[in-house]
């Protein structure tokens, strides 16, 4: 069976700190990687997508980046954290064939 | 890109009560899917729906595809206290892309 695994689950870090959030699926091959953001109380905003590896694509211009080193793993990162990029941060994955996405539990990133 | 609108974004429903949820797109979607989200976890998948005017029932959830495939609803009958949470809908456009709404935060008043 197929699984989503995102650590880690919390996350406080400084102003100016770099970030790493992984993301790795097993059972599965080729899958769509999704990496989501929601603030408290409000939607599902989309980051990045990528179809394969090296190809990304990006929702909205910021300070955050990803890549997807492997076929199953989704990594985002930012250089230089500021304190508007606190929320809840989703990795998900669907397959290639226009099904639902599964969720991985999470990072809830406080940046103070 | 596409958009994905949902309305309302909060509701207060009495328990036993009746409510619906409503999602509309800015373009024709693949397939739209619904889902839920508890206070403090992470969104759990509902449904699909891939066909124009498609009509699905979970128990006392009944989801609708509109028949230009731009809008969808989710209604849900008898509420319980599980209820709770938030109601996402999310639509897939010809690259993949999963877009959601803002979600539909419903509180269930016993």
């Known amino acids: 069976s197929q699984t989503i695994h995102q650590w880690p689950a919390t996350l406080v870090q400084p102003v100016g700190s770099p970030l790493s959030l992984e993301c790795t699926v097993e059972g599965t091959s080729n899958p769509n990687l999704y990496w989501y953001r929601q603030a408290a109380g409000r939607g599902l905003q989309l980051l990045f997508y990528?179809?394969?590896?090296?190809?990304i694509s990006s929702e909205v211009p910021q300070n955050l980046s990803a890549s997807r080193p492997q076929d199953r793993q989704f990594i985002l990162s930012s250089k230089k954290l500021l304190l508007s990029d606190s929320g809840f941060y989703l990795c998900?994955?669907?397959?290639?064939?226009?099904?639902?996405?599964?969720f991985g539990q999470g990072t809830r990133l406080t940046v103070v | 890109g596409q958009q994905v609108m949902q309305i309302p974004q909060y509701q207060h429903v009495q328990e036993g009560e009746d409510f619906t949820t409503y999602c509309n797109s800015s373009t024709t979607l693949s397939n739209i899917q619904w889902y839920k989200q508890r206070p403090g976890g992470h969104p759990v998948f509902l449904i699909q729906l891939v066909k124009s005017g498609e009509v699905k029932k979970q128990k006392r959830l009944t989801f609708q595809f509109g028949e230009a495939k731009k809008n969808s609803s989710l209604h849900i009958t008898a509420t319980q206290t599980t209820d709770v949470g938030t109601y996402f809908c999310a639509g897939m456009d010809g690259n993949n892309r999963l877009a959601f709404g803002k979600g539909n935060q419903v509180v269930v008043i016993p």
């Open positions: 990528s179809v394969g590896i090296g190809q």
């Open positions: 998900a994955w669907s397959s290639t064939q226009n099904t639902e996405a599964f």
